[in-house]
């Protein structure tokens, strides 16, 4: 699996957007790019995938650069809820496992 | 939604006690982990299972075994518990290639 490089923390005012980049230079083509988080104290929550083209949900947005080196996860209008550790994964499809780096603790202050 | 629920939140278990972990999941997913969770270390898988009765080592195995009886459950057993086991526990299922959903954990304290 490729490794990956995330800011250690980043702070978001509320109702703000929160942008969180990570770094994955040595992604291989058939590597897709995953995000996940954790709230204090419970487990790991899926929030998105994608390979090549952006990608939205409810939850938010993924933005893959075109050489697929970078990405950023943004969440539109963050709450205090989304205070959280973001993990971005990346790795092949299938039925591989997870790999969590350190990620990013994101700190949503009123 | 899926539901991945864990035998306890917390547990406190002696040296060298048996222990038994529980996960059960709601969703008919074919496939189920075990990871535990260090601070510092990350999340590292314990084993996996892709069917019942099936099952296969993940990178830190050495002191624990798996039992999948059924498929919407997936044991972990800690066969004589050592202090260097105290540590968040979490269940993980998923049907497909992608997303794995996670229990809540469970903290174990070995004393």
């Known amino acids: 699996d490729a490794k990956t490089t995330q800011p250690p923390s980043m702070d978001c005012a509320e109702g703000r957007a929160a942008n969180l980049p990570c770094n994955h230079s040595t992604i291989s083509g058939n590597e897709y790019v995953y995000w996940y988080r954790q709230i204090h104290s419970q487990g790991p929550q899926y929030i998105i995938h994608?390979?090549?083209n952006n990608e939205t949900n409810e939850m938010a947005s993924l933005i893959i650069t075109e050489d697929r080196k970078s990405s950023t996860l943004i969440l539109p209008h963050a709450t205090l809820r989304d205070t959280a550790v973001y993990y971005c994964?990346?790795?092949?499809?299938?039925?591989?496992?997870?790999?969590f780096g350190k990620g990013t603790m994101l700190l949503v202050s009123p | 939604d899926v539901k991945v629920t864990q035998s306890s939140r917390y547990l406190v278990k002696r040296t060298g006690e048996k222990v038994f972990l529980e996960c059960v999941q709601d969703m008919d997913h074919e496939n189920m982990f075990w990871y535990r969770q260090d601070p510092g270390l990350g999340l590292r898988l314990i084993y996996f299972?892709?069917?019942?009765?099936?099952?296969e080592k993940g990178d830190i195995p050495e002191g624990y075994s798996v039992s999948r009886e059924k498929k919407e459950r997936f044991s972990l057993i800690l066969e004589s518990a050592s202090t260097n086991q105290t540590s968040m526990y979490l269940c993980?299922?998923?049907?497909?290639?992608?997303?794995?959903?996670f229990g809540p954990g469970t903290r174990l304290t070995v004393t």
């Open positions: 994608g390979l090549k």
């Open positions: 299972s892709y069917d019942v009765k099936m099952k």
């Open positions: 994964i990346v790795r092949a499809s299938g039925y591989s496992t997870l790999t």
């Open positions: 993980a299922s998923s049907s497909g290639a992608h997303e794995q959903y």
